[in-house]
């Protein structure tokens, strides 16, 4: 201890003793340090959390800029050709939109260009020799058509776009127990002929369409369609 503790002013009694101070300075100096790694410890674990949402939104928004590329091709390079030509022929497993796509890919990749000859060659690929639609006649002209769907087709299709109602359509296609070869034509012609740019908004047509075919086994009863 000191021999000498002037008045009104308190010394510690550590401040006598060299190893005592030594051991209160390394527990002061050791406590911001734990504050410290567990403050970084935590940042850190924040920092992972916000990543990792935001990687997926990066990937999301990287497939839709590409989806949009896509279909900006198809409506530059093959104007006017349909959804059969661009969506439904394969050619080696891959429809024309997918393999513009991987082209697309890999063409980011190796920052190569896609360039006339390219389209020139997909052109030649995926050209329909003949149209699908062109295929699908009518085998007999005195087949009846449902004045339901007949009702319905006309309501989808009115002239007037504030009068279209496609509500009725659906609910025949999901209703009907039978549908004639007439009606089946008809009824695919009108979901092979929409254009790329419209299948968007056609796409909850063409699968009422499909699901008439599987529930009633027109692939069956009509195999030549």
Not at 85 to 107: F, H, M, N, P, S
Not at 141 to 160: Q, R, Y
Not at 196 to 224: E, Y
């Amino acid at each position: 201890r000191c021999h000498l503790e002037p008045e009104g002013v308190r010394v510690s009694s550590n401040s006598c003793d060299p190893a005592g101070a030594a051991r209160q300075q390394s527990q002061s100096a050791g406590t911001p340090k734990a504050k410290g790694s567990a403050a970084a410890g935590a940042k850190g674990q924040t920092l992972v959390e916000q990543t990792e949402p935001e990687v997926k939104r990066r990937r999301q928004n990287n497939r839709r800029d590409l989806d949009s590329v896509v279909d900006r091709y198809i409506q530059e390079q093959f104007a006017g050709w349909s959804i059969v030509a661009t969506d439904v022929k394969l050619v080696e497993g891959l429809t024309l939109r997918q393999r513009i796509r991987r082209g697309k890919e890999e063409a980011l990749g190796t920052k190569a260009r896609l360039g006339a000859n390219y389209w020139k060659e997909l052109r030649q690929t995926y050209a329909l020799d003949d149209s699908i639609v062109r295929k699908l006649a009518v085998a007999n002209p005195d087949d009846k058509v449902s004045p339901a769907l007949i009702s319905a087709l006309g309501s989808a299709n009115a002239t007037n776009t504030n009068q279209r109602n496609k509500a009725p359509l659906f609910q025949h296609l999901a209703t009907a127990t039978e549908c004639t070869q007439k009606e089946s034509v008809g009824l695919l012609r009108s979901i092979l002929e929409v254009k790329p740019t419209a299948v968007g908004s056609s796409c909850p047509l063409i699968v009422a369409v499909l699901k008439l075919i599987c529930r009633l086994n027109l692939d069956k009863k009509h195999p030549s369609e």
